[in-house]
T-cell receptor, first 112, second 118 residues
């Protein structure tokens, strides 16, 4: 059973601070990892993808992957109220064209 | 680029009727499309994987005779919910993987279709 675990929150962060979102996964052969942002009633929007251990930065976002610990995280620097949303961690097995296994998401609230 | 559309965006139907949802990749070709379902307060659950010109692969627990998938071209996949019941009410979201992509594993999601079965 492929599982992706996230703390559902809500995670409340003051505006301008760093928001830290965490995710663990159970399938050790997983190769590709994604963070999506989902606003209420909308479909997910890709924020970051990461495939190898270490950090990957894109603007205010940094994804971190540790395959040995089966752990993925997303840091959002200089958090803005518009960052308030549910953040979904998604995992894909290597090879083929498998779909994604999603966590339940962390509800992030940025307080002005 | 990488825009995916869905039609309709919402639909209300009576129990026992069938509903067809279309998923189109507008500016790229997609050899593979995926159909997900999301119930309130829950995450997205993969229903099936659709490959152009071949039969869809369904996830465990998803009835293939109830959720009919047709991937007739590289830009269109359809999901038909047959004999819909109130428990089928959900947010149905498709995604598409570009045929050629520098980020091989990335999927792009459509805006979703909210189905309400009365």
């Amino acid at each position: 059973q492929k599982e992706v675990e996230q703390n559902s929150g809500p995670l409340s962060v003051p505006e301008g601070a760093i928001a830290s979102l965490n995710c663990t996964y159970s399938d050790r052969v997983s190769q590709s990892f994604f963070w999506y942002r989902q606003y209420s009633g909308k479909s997910p929007e890709l924020i970051m993808s990461i495939y190898s251990n270490g950090d990957k930065e894109d603007g205010r976002f940094t994804a971190q992957l540790n395959k040995a610990s089966q752990y993925v995280s997303l840091l959002i620097r200089d958090s803005q109220p518009s960052d308030s949303a549910t953040y979904l961690c998604a995992v894909k097995r290597g090879g083929g064209a498998d779909g994604l296994t999603f966590g339940k998401g962390t509800h992030l609230i940025i307080q002005p | 680029g990488a825009v995916v559309s869905q039609h309709p965006s919402w639909v209300i139907c009576k129990s026992g009727t069938s509903v067809k949802i279309e998923c189109r990749s507008l500016d790229f070709q997609a050899t593979t499309m995926f159909w997900y379902r999301q119930f309130p307060k829950q995450s997205l659950m993969l229903m099936a994987t659709s490959n152009e010109g071949s039969k869809a692969t369904y996830e465990q627990g998803v009835e293939k005779d109830k959720f009919l998938i047709n991937h007739a071209s590289l830009t269109l996949s359809t999901l038909t919910v047959t004999s819909a019941h109130p428990e089928d009410s959900s947010f149905y979201i498709c995604s598409a993987r570009p045929r050629t992509s520098s980020s091989y594993n990335e999927q792009f999601f459509g805006p979703g279709t909210r189905l309400t079965v009365l």
